[in-house]
């Protein structure tokens, strides 16, 4: 069997395909953000097969390939939640956490953001990482994928089993596995080398972080992936907690992470190792998102 997983960055895919992966049994072949699925096609060499593709990283040929996948999973996930997480997330794959001045204040205003939620903004957050690293605001780049989110899904709906990422954590997997074939069970083990990827593995935080300008600013950014997966809970608690594990220290340890993969990358430079890294998986390939 051939299993195709498709959503959003920080939607979860990762964990879904590692649950299929382990489902699936131990001769299983998995593809991690491969570029194309075309490519899964022609370097396949199992007859069980997991593929695990980004919104972000669809391509218009991926399309005509969708038919060569048995089974097609399609996860939608509050995007606040999403809006949380990539905030945080980001952060590993940027040049501005190298520097101890620029670190320091991003985590001084998560640590602000911490003791006084309602008096902070999530936007204030990201367009301080947008001004410390020199680039476009992860806000509007969250916000146009998961526009392309919902043109996807609109053209592929009838080819695909929706899974919600809330259904999944929860525990709710009786449809998945009916879908697929397979005893699904939530949170699989997560391999070292992607631990940095798992947060909280829970949904609705977004609750303790949005302000009422938050609240304005999301439903109108991302108002037709809201109306088409049906998030429409606005209500939040009377009092917003922030646990500092799951924000300014998970930060911290991804990027404690990301100073040691530079590291390593130093020391190839130095000793001459020039050989190409393949992301594409194998057997033993990556989990959890």
Known sequence: ??????????????????????????????????????????????????????????????????????????????PRDVVISRLLYQVYAMQFIHDPKKLE????????????????????????VARLEGTDNGLALTARFHRKAVKLWRATHDTMHLLRYEDFVDGRTEDLSAYLGLAVTEHPDVAPRWQRVTRTRSHGNWKHWFTAADDELVSRTFRDYLDVFGYDDWVKPAEQIIDPEHSSEYVKRIVRLAHRRRARALRRLVGGDSRPRRETSSPSAPPLS
């Open 1 to 78: 069997m051939r299993y195709l997983v498709l959503g959003p960055g920080r939607s979860g895919t990762t964990a879904v395909a590692r649950a299929i992966e382990i489902a699936a049994g131990p001769q299983v072949e998995v593809f991690f953000e491969p570029r194309g699925l075309a490519s899964v096609r022609s370097d396949a060499s199992s007859s069980t097969v997991v593929a695990k593709i980004l919104v972000e990283g669809w391509l218009p040929a991926d399309r005509q390939h969708m038919d060569w996948f048995d089974r097609r999973i399609f996860i939608a996930r509050d």
């Open 105 to 128: 204040e991003f985590l001084t205003a998560l640590r602000a953001k911490e003791q006084s939620p309602g008096e902070h903004t999530v936007q204030s957050l990201f367009d301080l």
